[in-house]
């Protein structure tokens, strides 16, 4: 069964740094993959989705994300953290045949000054 | 375009009492999907359908719980009667099947509160 697992519920970085949000999948077969944030008292919004056109997929806000097949692992990176990227974070696999997304567990952003 | 609809944004009801919680999809999507959010539980499915038909309802806690769509512009998600456990945020989201690899847009959204 497909499922997608995310490391670590909270990450805390301070603002100007790097940030790296973690994501695993458990499949057979690469599937799509999404990342999507969510802002306090919002709906979640999409980042950015690999669909197999590149392994490296840019995204909105400066974030990007690299599929590595052999690691099974789809990582959420941006170079330089804002204090407005505090939000939580959710990877998800789209479960072929079905339209179904199977999201991670989520990860909180936490952006220091 | 709007996005997806939701309706209301809060709501806060007696235990007891029956909810009915509203979405308008994105114009021309055809798949649609409950989620319900709470801290303790994280992001949970609840059903969804394809072309107005439900395909998967196992995410339903029990059978207070129900879902229609009873066209491609409308579906509802009624508890009744509602407890305090149901409290949390439910969201609406919305894909056009087969294409832009079935990406979902949420709604913003109802908060539910059950006192």
């Known amino acids: 069964a497909q499922s997608v697992t995310q490391l670590g519920s909270h990450v805390s970085v301070s603002e100007g740094a790097l940030v790296l949000l973690r994501c695993n999948y458990s499949?057979?077969?690469?599937?799509?993959l999404f990342w999507y944030v969510q802002y306090p008292n919002q709906g979640l919004q999409l980042l950015l989705k690999y669909t197999s056109a590149a392994t490296l997929v840019k995204g909105i806000n400066g974030f990007e994300a690299e599929f590595k097949k052999s690691e099974t692992s789809f990582h959420l990176t941006k170079p330089s953290a804002h204090m407005s990227d505090a939000a939580e974070y959710f990877c998800a696999a789209l479960r072929s045949n079905t339209g179904k997304l199977i999201f991670g567990q989520g990860t909180t952003l936490q952006v220091k000054p | 375009d709007a996005g997806v609809i939701q309706s209301p944004r809060h709501e806060v009801t007696e235990m007891g009492q029956e909810v009915t919680l509203r979405c308008k999809p994105i114009s021309g999507h055809n798949s649609l999907f409950w989620y319900r959010q709470t801290m303790m539980r994280g992001l949970e499915l609840l059903i969804y359908?394809?072309?107005?038909?439900?395909?998967?309802d196992s995410g339903m806690p029990e059978d207070r719980f129900s879902a229609k769509m009873p066209n491609a512009s409308f579906s509802t998600l009624k508890i009744q009667p509602s407890e305090p456990r149901d409290s949390a945020v439910y969201f609406c989201?919305?894909?056009?099947?087969?294409?832009?690899?079935?990406?979902?847009?949420f709604g913003p959204g109802t908060r539910l509160t059950v006192l």
């Open positions: 359908f394809n072309n107005n038909v439900p395909i998967d």
């Open positions: 499949s057979s077969v690469p599937p799509y």
């Open positions: 989201a919305t894909a056009a099947w087969g294409q832009e690899h079935n990406e979902q847009f």
